[in-house]
């Protein structure tokens, strides 16, 4: 029977043996993220962290236990929200390379949202119509937040005017002479009033075609100054 069998055959079988084993070594190693896994589980299709945070420190893990694989590693996102509680930092330690880079994407056909917004509940509505909450979070400027999205759609904030915009007459001379004070500006009768919660309101500053949100210090109705 041996001598039967034709020397291609075991050529075809040695080949396809190399390519298996070569594509084994070049796979890339696979991290799955869902936002209804665990960051306790091992980022498997089966078992997906939850928090993309795990995720990256599972590749820094990798890195400095083995390597990155000659693959790299993807980190893909599946469908859902990814809230993320604090910044995502990624530096130098969480770089790959050409032959094995460290990839972030969305799963086949998912659409997943990475959002760092924080959920407002508790409003009620007010005798003129109006909703009101109050954040303890964001009491002394602790959280200060300039977008608020109801329902997918962005709403805009409290604002005067509602259309165009205040001019300042002039500036506030510097106490040398040379030029104005950067950090006040003088505002026309009734544009601004020294309100009780004067830390809370920002103004949109446009200068050196440039511009800028900043928070008002305070404010003085008879000399019309805005610090």
Same mark, same amino acid.
């Not at 080949?15 to 190693?29: D, G, K, Q, T």
């Not at 993320?84 to 530096?91: Q, R």
């Given at each position: ?6 020397p +291609?055959h ?8 190399l390519l298996l =084993?070569?594509s084994l070594?070049?796979?890339? +190693? ?12 091992d980022?498997s299709?089966? =078992? *997906? ?5 795990r995720?990256?420190?599972? #590749?820094? =893990?990798?890195k400095?236990?083995?390597?990155? *694989? ?5 980190v893909? +996102? !599946? ?8 910044p995502?930092?990624?530096g %130098? ?14 799963? *086949?056909d ?12 508790? +409003?009620?509505?007010?005798p003129d119509g ?13 959280? #200060?937040?300039?977008q ?5 759609r962005?709403?805009i904030? =409290?604002?005067s %005017?509602?259309?165009? !915009?205040?001019?300042? %007459?002039?500036?506030?001379p ?5 030029g ?8 026309? %009768?009734?544009d601004l !009033?020294?309100?009780p919660?004067i830390g ?6 446009y200068?050196?075609w ?6 008002? !210090? ?5 000399t019309?100054?805005?610090?």
């Amino acid at each position: 029977m041996i001598s039967n069998c034709h020397p +291609l055959h075991i050529v075809c079988s040695t080949i396809a043996l190399l390519l298996l =084993a070569a594509s084994l070594c070049s796979a890339e +190693l696979t991290l799955h993220v869902s936002p209804t896994g665990s960051d306790d589980a091992d980022g498997s299709a089966a =078992a *997906p962290f939850a928090t993309i945070h795990r995720a990256r420190d599972e #590749v820094r =893990a990798i890195k400095q236990r083995s390597g990155l *694989p000659e693959g790299g590693i993807r980190v893909l +996102l !599946q469908d859902g929200l990814h809230a993320l509680s604090e910044p995502l930092t990624l530096g %130098p330690e969480d770089s790959g390379s050409a032959e094995a880079p460290v990839i972030y994407a969305a799963a *086949p056909d998912a659409s997943p949202i990475i959002s760092g917004g924080r959920i407002i509940s508790g +409003l009620t509505r007010q005798p003129d119509g109006s909703f009101a909450t109050t954040i303890p979070e964001a009491a002394e400027r602790a959280w #200060v937040f300039r977008q608020l999205f109801i329902d997918g759609r962005r709403y805009i904030h =409290a604002r005067s %005017p509602n259309e165009g !915009q205040f001019t300042s %007459p002039g500036g506030v001379p510097a106490e040398d002479g040379e030029g104005n004070m950067s950090d006040r500006f003088i505002f026309r %009768p009734g544009d601004l !009033q020294p309100w009780p919660n004067i830390g809370d309101v920002e103004v949109m500053l446009y200068f050196s075609w440039n511009e800028g949100n900043f928070p008002l !210090q305070s404010v003085d109705a008879e000399t019309r100054t805005a610090i």
